[in-house]
Structure formats: structure tokens, C-alpha cells
């Protein structure tokens, strides 16, 4: 069983820039492609960034290309994303998510049900 613990959310100015952190457990963190989706109320999840089991390969929603980063550290278990330029349309609460098994080394997942695991969630509140 993977446990996702995100944080580093918090309220920031637009322009500004957060740095989540994703710490998992439970699991094999190495086998695991690892993503980050964001959802506001009353909408559905969306993708927002992907990285492989590898770290070579990453995906990015066009809405946040060239201000977004995903990397990862295997050694720490953790992945991360970088949030810079932040807008007030990416309030939002943003999710950590892991497909445990991927087979693939350079694979980055897009679909929500490509993932099994799930964080809960930390909110990301960008003022105008």
C-alpha cells in the first residue's frame, strides 16, 4: 500500500511561486511514475504534470508549460513540483498520484485512471 503525503501549498500573490513536495511511502518509490492533477470545486480533476518512473521523460498541461517544473529524488521518495508565475486561475487543490507499477522507465501517464494512489490533497490559493 503507497501512502502520498503532498505539501508546501499555501496562499501566494500572482507572479509569485510555490514548491510542492510529495512524500511517499509503502512502496517501491522507483517503479512508480508519479503525477500532479488539480481540481477547484465543482470542476474535475484535471492533469497538471507528469514525470517518469525514470525521471527522463516529463508531461506538462498546456496551461501550465513553462511555468511548472516536476522533477523527483528516488533516494528521498519524494517528488516535487515547482510552481512559478503563479495565476489566480491555478487556485486550486492539487493532488499527488502514483501509477505503482510502471513498467516503462520512460512513461509519463496523462489519464487520471492510469493512477492508483492518491494524496489528499494541499490547497494553493493564488490572490489577483
Known amino acids: 500500500q503507497v501512502q502520498l503525503v503532498e505539501s508546501g501549498g499555501g496562499l501566494v500573490q500572482a507572479g509569485g511561486s510555490l514548491r510542492l513536495s510529495c512524500a511517499a511511502s509503502?512502496?517501491?518509490?522507483?517503479?512508480?511514475?508519479m503525477g500532479w492533477f488539480r481540481q477547484v470545486p465543482g470542476k474535475e480533476r484535471e492533469f497538471v504534470a507528469a514525470?517518469?518512473?525514470?525521471?527522463?521523460?516529463?508531461g506538462y498541461a498546456d496551461s501550465v508549460k513553462g511555468r511548472f517544473a516536476i522533477s523527483r529524488d528516488n533516494a528521498e521518495n519524494t517528488v516535487y513540483l515547482q510552481m512559478n508565475s503563479l495565476k489566480p486561475e491555478d487556485t486550486a487543490v492539487y493532488y499527488c498520484?502514483?501509477?505503482?507499477?510502471?513498467?516503462?522507465?520512460?512513461?509519463?501517464?496523462?489519464?487520471?485512471?492510469?493512477?492508483?494512489?492518491w494524496g489528499q490533497g494541499t490547497q494553493v490559493t493564488v490572490s489577483s
Open positions: 514525470i517518469s518512473r525514470s525521471g527522463g521523460s516529463t
Open positions: 498520484a502514483a501509477v505503482s507499477r510502471a513498467y516503462l522507465r520512460y512513461t509519463v501517464y496523462y489519464e487520471r485512471d492510469d493512477y492508483d494512489y
Open positions: 509503502g512502496g517501491t518509490f522507483s517503479s512508480a511514475a
